[in-house]
């Protein structure tokens, strides 16, 4: 989980969407993390610590 927090704080400002964090994250270094259902407690435990936003199109990045 720390290096999806490391990797969430390069993108603080901008808007993900599920996609973009299994390509740009989840493909990498051997993760396996390569389906919406993978990714999703990632997404859940980054928003309950207040890094991410839900937005219409995707998810806000914000800086705490």
Known sequence: MGDFIRWLKTKI???ITRRNAILLWGNKRDR???SNEAIQP???????LGLLQE????????DT
Do not use: C, H, P, Q
């Open 13 to 15: 400002g901008t808007v």
């Open 32 to 34: 396996k993390i390569t």
């Open 42 to 48: 990632f997404l859940d435990e980054a928003i309950a």
């Open 55 to 62: 937005t219409e199109s995707g998810y806000r990045v914000i």
